[in-house]
């Protein structure tokens, strides 16, 4: 019986300086792996023993990487193990295929946005006028699929979030806060949906997945077993469900607790 593991990424799997949460002595700190660089900086780790393990996984099963990421912001990461020959960018918007895009998905994909929800512009148009010079650093869209705002998170309004919330949505679109970035993302454009569109590609019989933030509760949910880390989104608002596994650790080491989990969950492939 194959497996599919998908997987978010940031604050998942990869870990920026900020979000590594090193509370040990400092004697005792794990070895990291740079897997990203941008602007000629390192940007993202794992763990050099979570990077072995991965490596393993990813010659077992078909290991998709899963993000909200854009494909430019995908592409800068180097996962250790085979390059994978799935991946899903863009929040499910995108579905790379031996690393191009499948353009017959993205026109599902924009078919039934185009249905159910509000344009982007719209809801673009709408974070600018609510936003606040005071406290908002950049904003974008991505992939034109979604929006989001880079902000000054602690100087964001009291109830400022859950108004924005109920406002997108009527409209048919939903909001999540992951670090300084809030995402205003149509509620069809899911990670889940691509996840099984990969899974009948391939034929795998079982799903295994990971995330920690709102974005990615429909992946889990849609999994046959499926772990979050005890940080995050999900994590703040006790969000789980039966086959998924709330685990307590956090920052880079909870990323290595979920490759080990993947390992011993998967079924090799025939």
Same mark, same amino acid.
């Given at each position: 019986?194959?497996?599919?593991?998908?997987?978010?990424?940031?604050?998942?799997?990869?870990?920026?300086?900020?979000?590594?949460?090193?509370?040990?002595?400092?004697?005792? $700190? +794990?070895?990291?792996?740079?897997?990203?660089?941008?602007?000629?900086? +390192?940007?993202?780790?794992?763990?050099?023993?979570?990077?072995?393990?991965?490596?393993?996984?990813?010659?077992?099963?078909?290991?998709?990487?899963?993000?909200? &990421?854009?494909?430019?912001?995908?592409?800068?990461?180097? #996962?250790?193990?085979?390059?994978?020959?799935?991946?899903?960018?863009?929040?499910?918007?995108?579905?790379?295929?031996?690393?191009?895009?499948?353009?017959? *998905?993205?026109? &599902?994909?924009?078919?039934?946005?185009?249905?159910?929800?509000?344009?982007?512009?719209? =809801?673009? $148009?709408?974070?600018?006028?609510?936003?606040? +010079?005071? *406290?908002?650093?950049?904003?974008?869209?991505?992939?034109?699929?979604?929006?989001?705002?880079?902000?000054?998170?602690? #100087?964001?309004?009291?109830?400022?979030?859950?108004? #924005?919330?109920?406002?997108?949505?009527?409209?048919?679109?939903? =909001? %999540?806060?992951?670090?300084?970035?809030?995402?205003?993302?149509?509620?069809?454009? /899911?990670? %889940?949906?691509? =996840?099984?569109?990969?899974?009948?590609? /391939?034929?795998?019989?079982?799903?295994?997945?990971?995330?920690?933030? #709102?974005?990615? !509760?429909?992946?889990?949910?849609?999994?046959? &077993? @499926? *772990? &979050?880390?005890?940080?995050?989104?999900?994590?703040?608002?006790? *969000?789980?469900?039966?086959?998924?596994? !709330?685990?307590?650790?956090?920052?880079? @080491?909870?990323?290595?607790?979920?490759?080990?989990?993947?390992?011993?969950?998967?079924?090799?492939?025939?």
């Amino acid at each position: 019986m194959s497996t599919l593991v998908a997987s978010d990424l940031d604050r998942t799997l990869i870990y920026s300086t900020s979000a590594l949460s090193l509370s040990m002595p400092d004697a005792e $700190a +794990p070895r990291l792996l740079c897997v990203e660089t941008y602007e000629s900086r +390192p940007l993202s780790y794992m763990t050099e023993t979570a990077a072995g393990l991965l490596a393993e996984l990813a010659r077992t099963v078909t290991f998709v990487p899963t993000t909200t &990421r854009t494909r430019e912001q995908y592409e800068r990461i180097r #996962l250790p193990g085979p390059a994978p020959e799935f991946a899903i960018c863009a929040n499910g918007g995108e579905l790379l295929v031996a690393g191009e895009p499948d353009a017959g *998905w993205r026109a &599902r994909v924009g078919r039934a946005l185009a249905a159910e929800c509000a344009t982007l512009a719209e =809801v673009h $148009a709408h974070l600018l006028r609510v936003a606040d +010079p005071a *406290w908002l650093l950049k904003a974008r869209t991505a992939a034109d699929l979604f929006s989001y705002l880079v902000v000054d998170r602690p #100087l964001l309004p009291a109830g400022w979030l859950e108004e #924005l919330t109920d406002w997108a949505g009527e409209r048919g679109w939903t =909001v %999540s806060l992951q670090g300084r970035k809030v995402y205003a993302v149509p509620k069809p454009l /899911t990670k %889940s949906a691509a =996840v099984a569109e990969v899974a009948r590609r /391939t034929g795998a019989a079982r799903v295994l997945a990971a995330g920690d933030s #709102l974005l990615d !509760a429909d992946l889990l949910l849609a999994a046959d &077993r @499926a *772990w &979050r880390p005890g940080h995050g989104e999900l994590s703040d608002v006790g *969000w789980t469900a039966p086959h998924v596994t !709330a685990l307590e650790t956090r920052g880079v @080491a909870a990323g290595e607790e979920i490759v080990r989990a993947f390992l011993s969950g998967r079924e090799r492939k025939r």
